[in-house]
């Protein structure tokens, strides 16, 4: 693919209804609309699909990988309570979007992806864009122990059900947001670690998440 950095007047526009459009649809952040109204999604298609990129749909991005509807980046960032400086794992870099909009919020992040094709592709992207997080290639199933602990998890694939793995690499009073069910459809989990073996657990809205594979996954 070919990827072109311009950030036009039409370009701007359309993320400026995407932003209109979350908020109507319910995302209250206004940090996190803030951050989506500024990181260039367009840049993470070809030319050819500018059109389609500020449409609040997923998209393929190769490899049978899809780049996440704006309103799940949205809805999943907000449910992280971002602040300056946290310490964010983030399992499933995909196109590396949600990235870019954890670290416009602050975060330091790690982000891993288990398909070789996209991680080669991320980390080229990323740093043209001005975002240098952490790239891991790898089965992030089992978290990233090298660099725990985390104040934020978000697992942007279906899971089958919540990794312990995950559990123990969060600081407590960390947040970990999971995608947990089948395969067709899964419940937005999220888990607040208040002691050092004690969870807080609700579970929220369905989504439709491509699967989380790995050791401790499907
Ligand atoms: N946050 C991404 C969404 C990508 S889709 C974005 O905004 O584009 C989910 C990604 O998770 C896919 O790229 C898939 O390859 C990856 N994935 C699935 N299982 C994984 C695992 N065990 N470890 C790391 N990445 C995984």
Redesign the pocket.
Known sequence: MAYKYIDNYREQGARKQLVDLLRKKGIEDEDVLKAIGKVPRHFFFDETFWSQAYRDIAFP?G?G????QPYT?AYQTQLLHIHQGDKVL??????????CILMELGAKVYT????EK?FERTIQVLPRMGYKPEFIL????KGVPEHAHYNKIIV??GAPTVPDELLKQLKVGGILIIPVGDAEKQKMVTILKTGENDYEKIVLDTFR??????DK?W
């Open positions: 991005i490899e990988q899809t780049i996440s980046v983030e399992i499933g870099t995909g196109s590396g979007y949600q990235t891993i992806e288990r398909q996209l790898g089965d992030g199933s942007t694939a998440f491509v699967p989380l594979i790995g996954a």
